[in-house]
Every structure is written in structure tokens, then in C-alpha cells.
């Protein structure tokens, strides 16, 4: 890219977030996405299968990629559209203080959770204090910029910011961590996890739970908010891993919506939409399909190892593994102001280079983690044999899917090929998730910390928090804490009665926001 044209992104970035900041945020999460598709069915049920695990219900603690299917019973303070733009939820708009000391939330005033609690500012309190204290909290860190909670008005929640922070919070709190639940149900104890009831105040309810099987909700009594959404009699989820299954039971009938990612199933999936018998949306990745290293485990403390192993992979010869549909990246935010247009992956593919470093370090062994029977298992046993080309002993070790994320987080494995490196809207979120937060890919957060500080300071202008992540990410590539490898594609397939399926949010991460998906009497 050219200086000229990333100049001119760097102008459209800036005006975006100039919008946010003075809160001139209009819409909602997907528009109406009914228009021209005939008379809705609101009697119907939707029958969606998944791969992404689901383990319990409670937004403050969930498992990685388990907060798309509670959008559907809980309302977030902000959403994201299908374009990847953070749009209003419960809060109407959104200001920073000048000085950086809070941010301020102008709140819906005709929402009433479904247990008949008023949603107000209070509320907001009740949900932010628990996501920040709970112990077993997996929103923590997304709300760490958070110092405390201003109850202004019923309709007006300030958050309070140690200045120099919190330019994340707009985009997390579209997540997980800005889901509300009752503050009566918090009180009464109710079993979140399981059986949530009425603790919600989003278009459905659930009814029937069981981790990782089967999740049914129904619509919710009373008249909802948004028009778009909760215009089904309910939904019925159930999680299959395989992409195949998953696929035939939509050309079978069986199912009317899913998701696959595997080449076989996209090929499939573009040829079934083109004969016009399903509907079929493609969309590549924002997840990077890479390796996640922990650089103070076992030999991958020697920085020789974590090089060699990057110049081991071909991203080429992995494109080939998905029929082309995994495209090369060296990068996380490619074509954005947060990514340097004049930086150069350090380590290209180079076998003999590879070889020659682990000759010169005396031999290396290394355990491969991956998600068996996912998209990550055929590239997983491609890098094995070309470590293994490069003279390095390296083993595959299988483990479930539910699994896999939670215990590379807890540390249990030195190395793994994820599909599961997610470039946040905003970065300051890929900082805290993966190299000081949750993943911990930095060996020193402290040395680091500075220039996270310093680039997450929502008082700062684009272009000069993206000089600090430039730099970041320069030490995220240089230091071999992430390989980036190439970005897969997802394919929607639903059918042809399936209302909305077409603009989901988030596909471009493997996951779904339901919410406004509908379906036609015929």
C-alpha cells in the first residue's frame, strides 16, 4: 500500500472514530433485513447447528467463543453490525470526557428485563461490578479500564477511567462484558449458568439447556425494542463438530441454518448457492489461522527455536491444504491505519535457514496442540512434517475443541495451531486478550506495558495510537509470540426461507449474532 493510500484510510478511520467519540451513533445491529424476502413466519423455529462450544449461559463466565448464542437471551450496551461497526444497544451513544476521566453512557429508557426489572444505570453498575469481581470472571479484563461506576441519572451511566484509558470499552462492551442480567436475578441467586429464566431482557428466553448439546430459547413475552429482532417463536441449537454433518443437514432439510469453513464444505456450499438451492454467504476470516507460542516453555525459550519453526511454514503450501481458500497473510490488520504500511514479516519461509538454526542450537522438541476434527488438524499435520523437515522433533497432540483455547490460556501447552487469533475492532482489545491478557504471548507484559498504555489512550488521535502499535506489533512478529499464517473462509448456508442470514455479525470470526435472523411462511 501506498503511503498516499494509507494516508487516506488513516482519514476515513479517523472521522469513524471521531463519530463515536461525540456519541453520533444511529441504527441498530442489522437493519431490516426482511425487505423483499415475503411475509415473515412468526410462528417458525429456526433450527441451527453449530461447531463453536457452548458451556454454561452466564456472560461473566463464559468459555472463548461461547457469547454469541446469549445475544440471543441478554441485550448488550453496544453492538456490531455486520460490517464490522459498533452501533448502539442498550446505550443510545457513547462520550469520552475531554480529560480522558470517564465515559459516559446515555442509556435506552423502555427496556424492563424479563423478570420485571427496570434496566437503568443501576443496573450497569450491578453488571460491571460483578464482570470486574467475580472470581471466576472471564470479562475481567475487558472491563479493567473501569474504576467505578457513576450512577448521573436513571438514564445515564458514567464510567469512571484512570485518564490515559478505556478506548477499548465502546467495542468490548458489545461482548460479553456488556451484557446485563437482572440485578434481581443476580441477587436472587438465580442459576445463570444453567437455567437463567427471565434474567435477561433480550428477544428470547431460554427454555432447555445442556452444555455442548442442545440450546432452545423461545420468543419473550411483551413487545421488544428492536423491530428486526425476536421475530421467530424460537430457535433450536444444537452443536455438531463436523462440517459435513453440518452441511448435509441443511441440504437434507434437517437443519435450516449453519456454518462451515473447511475447503471442502466451502466448495460445496459456493456450488449449492450458485445452483440456487441454498442460501450461501462467503466471507474470509478476521481470525488469523496461525501458531500461538509460548516463548517460556521448553526449547521455545531459545528465540533460534521460535524462528526456525516460523521459517519452517509455507503459507503457500497451507493455501493449497484449503482449495485456495485460506489466503496468505503476514498480517493482523492488513489494509488498516493500526497496521504499518512499510513493515516486512521477519521470518519468510526458508528451509535451509530453518535447518541451519536448529543445527546451531543443538536440536529442538516441541509438542503441537490443535483442535481435533477442526479446520486447524490438516495444517497442524502439515507444520509438524515441515518442522520436522527442519530437524526439529515435533509431535501432534489432538484435543477437543471445547478444550483446546481454555488450557492454552491456563498454559498447559507450549505451542498451538489456532484459528482463534481474533484482531479486535479496536487493538487496544488484541493487546489486553493476547499479549498481556488472557493468552499472555508476551513474555515480559511489563516491558511492553508502556507502549500499551501510551496506544491505548483514547484521547490520542488514530494516527498517533497506531504508531504505538506499529511498534507492537513489530515485537509480536519479531519475537515469534504469534506466526501468522493465512485467513480462512466462512461460509453461511441456510435455506431459502432463512430471513437476514446473509448480514450476520461476526461471521467473519467463525461466529453469529442470531438475534435478527427470521424466516418466511414459504
Not at 418 to 433: H, K, Q, W
Request: aromatic content about 6%; hydrophobic content about 40%.
Amino acid at each position: 500500500m501506498s503511503r498516499l493510500a494509507y494516508r487516506r484510510r488513516l482519514a476515513v478511520a479517523v472521522t469513524a472514530l471521531a463519530t463515536l467519540a461525540v456519541g453520533a451513533c444511529s441504527g441498530d445491529a442489522a437493519g431490516d433485513p426482511s425487505a423483499a424476502n415475503g411475509e415473515i413466519d412468526p410462528s417458525a423455529v429456526l433450527r441451527v447447528t453449530a461447531s463453536s462450544p457452548f458451556q454454561n449461559l452466564d456472560p461473566a463466565q463464559l468459555a472463548p467463543g461461547g457469547y454469541p448464542y446469549l445475544t440471543l437471551i441478554y441485550d448488550r450496551l453496544t453492538m456490531v453490525d455486520a460490517k464490522d461497526n459498533i452501533v448502539p444497544g442498550l446505550a443510545t451513544s457513547w462520550t469520552f470526557a475531554a480529560d480522558g476521566s470517564y465515559l459516559e453512557l446515555a442509556l435506552r429508557n423502555d427496556v424492563t428485563f424479563h423478570d420485571g426489572t427496570p434496566f437503568d444505570a443501576n443496573a450497569v453498575k450491578v453488571n460491571i461490578e460483578r464482570g470486574q469481581t467475580l472470581p471466576a470472571s472471564t470479562v475481567k479484563q475487558d472491563l479493567a479500564d473501569i474504576t467505578g461506576v457513576t450512577v448521573v441519572d436513571a438514564h445515564t451511566a458514567r464510567l469512571n477511567l484512570k485518564p490515559g484509558t478505556g478506548a477499548v470499552l465502546p467495542s468490548a462492551l458489545a461482548t460479553a462484558a456488556g451484557m446485563m442480567v437482572s440485578p434481581k436475578a443476580i441477587t436472587d441467586g438465580v442459576n445463570l449458568k444453567l437455567a437463567p429464566g427471565n434474567a435477561g431482557s433480550g428477544p428470547y428466553v431460554a427454555t432447555e439447556f445442556v452444555p455442548n448439546e442442545k440450546y432452545v430459547v423461545k420468543r419473550a413475552t411483551g413487545t421488544y425494542w428492536d423491530p428486526n429482532a425476536g421475530r421467530l417463536a424460537g430457535m433450536e441449537i444444537t452443536r455438531v463438530p463436523q462440517g459435513a454433518t453440518r452441511i448435509n443437514g441443511v441440504i437434507n432439510g434437517q437443519t435450516d441454518l449453519s456454518f462451515v469453513s473447511s475447503a471442502n464444505e466451502i466448495i460445496e456450499a459456493r456450488q449449492l448457492g450458485q445452483a440456487g438451492q441454498l442460501k450461501v454467504t462467503t466471507r474470509p476470516f478476521r481470525n488469523v489461522l496461525g501458531i500461538l507460542l509460548r516463548a517460556n516453555k521448553g526449547d521455545l525459550k531459545d528465540k533460534r527455536v521460535r524462528e526456525a519453526i516460523a521459517r519452517s511454514v509455507d503459507p503457500a503450501a497451507i493455501k493449497a491444504l484449503f482449495a485456495d481458500t485460506c489466503t496468505p497473510t503476514r498480517s493482523i490488520y492488513p489494509g488498516s491505519p493500526w497496521e504499518d504500511p512499510a513493515a516486512k514479516y521477519p521470518y519468510e519461509f526458508d528451509l535451509a535457514k530453518a535447518k541451519a538454526l536448529i543445527a546451531e542450537v543443538g536440536g529442538a522438541k516441541v509438542s503441537i496442540s490443535f483442535s481435533a476434527g477442526t479446520n486447524t488438524e490438516q495444517p497442524a499435520t502439515a507444520i509438524q512434517a515441515a518442522m520436522s523437515q527442519a530437524g526439529i522433533n515435533a509431535t501432534l497432540n489432538p484435543t477437543p475443541n471445547s478444550e483446546t483455547e481454555a488450557r492454552f490460556i491456563a498454559g498447559d501447552f507450549e505451542l498451538e495451531v489456532s484459528n482463534t487469533f481474533n484482531p479486535r475492532i479496536d487493538p487496544a482489545g488484541t493487546v489486553n486478550n493476547y499479549l498481556t491478557g488472557n493468552y499472555k504471548l508476551a513474555t515480559d507484559p511489563e516491558a511492553i506495558a508502556p507502549i500499551a498504555a501510551k496506544a491505548a489512550d483514547p484521547r490520542s488521535s488514530v494516527e498517533e495510537r497506531a504508531k504505538q502499535y506499529h511498534q507492537l506489533w513489530d515485537q509480536l512478529f519479531s519475537e515469534a509470540w504469534f506466526i501468522p499464517i493465512c485467513n480462512l473462509t466462512n461460509a453461511t448456508v441456510a435455506s431459502p426461507k432463512v430471513v437476514g442470514a446473509e448480514q450476520l455479525p461476526w461471521t467473519n470470526l467463525g461466529l453469529f449474532d442470531l438475534r435478527t435472523v427470521a424466516m418466511t411462511k414459504r
